[in-house]
């Protein structure tokens, strides 16, 4: 399979604990993208890589939110201290470079904080 | 800031009624892209504008990108209990150095027989 692949698929956790969630891109991908979305929401931007590069954050992740992209390859997503607010689909997505490229989205990571 | 909003937030039709969905921006856009997702799924890409006044039909779908390039719309003729999922517009918005794929609010169908 040679789509973009997300683990774990799901994650229960308890508040105040630390996750770290995984993306593979689409390998000749650079950009890749991390999203969050809620029931009946569009998926809401977070973050975004141009190979390792982290161009922007959006202003309204907390602190608590980190991402990496190492060696431009796969990257991760680490909330910690969670909160029950958390709780979402966490959505990967990977394109090659340009405006005019599609985005191709994994399965998600959903996230539950009890 | 930049934002791209949908209308309406939901549709329920029944089985060969019309559909449409409709994307706006406060931006002019270089493109937009459309992306369907069903339910319990992930958002599938469906299709990209790119000129001005550009439409683009796949079967039953329309797609229609304004003259201005700050809105586009989505028309479904004669839908199925197939076209069921939620329906988004996404543009890619110039932050300075790059861009970010900016996706709506999203509009969800509800089809019945």
């Known amino acids: 399979d040679t789509g973009v692949s997300q683990n774990p698929r799901h994650k229960i956790t308890k508040r105040g604990q630390n996750v770290t969630f995984r993306c593979d891109p689409i390998?000749?991908?650079?950009?890749l993208y991390w999203y969050r979305q809620t029931l009946g929401q569009g998926p809401e931007f977070l973050t975004y890589f141009q190979n390792e590069a982290q161009l922007e954050k959006s202003r309204l992740l907390s602190d608590r939110f980190s991402a990496e992209r190492p060696k431009g390859s796969f990257s991760t997503l680490e909330i910690q201290r969670t909160e029950q607010g958390d709780s979402a689909m966490y959505l990967c997505?990977?394109?090659?470079?340009?405006?005019?490229?599609?985005?191709?989205f994994g399965q998600g990571t959903r996230l539950t904080v009890v | 800031g930049q934002q791209v909003m949908q209308i309406p937030q939901y549709q329920h039709v029944q089985e060969g009624e019309d559909f449409t969905t409709y994307c706006n921006s406060s931006?002019?856009?270089?493109?937009i892209q459309w992306y369907k997702q069903r339910p319990g799924g992930h958002p599938v890409f469906l299709i990209q504008l790119v000129k001005s006044g550009e439409v683009k039909k796949q079967k039953r779908l329309t797609f229609q990108f304004g003259e201005a390039k700050k809105n586009s719309s989505l028309h479904i003729t004669a839908t199925q209990t197939t076209d069921v999922g939620t329906y988004f517009c996404a543009a890619s918005l110039n932050t300075g150095t790059a861009s970010k794929l900016t996706f709506g609010t999203g509009t969800r169908l509800q089809v019945t027989l």
């Open positions: 931006t002019t856009l270089s493109n």
């Open positions: 997505a990977s394109r090659k470079t340009g405006d005019y490229t599609e985005a191709f």
């Open positions: 390998s000749e991908h650079n950009r």
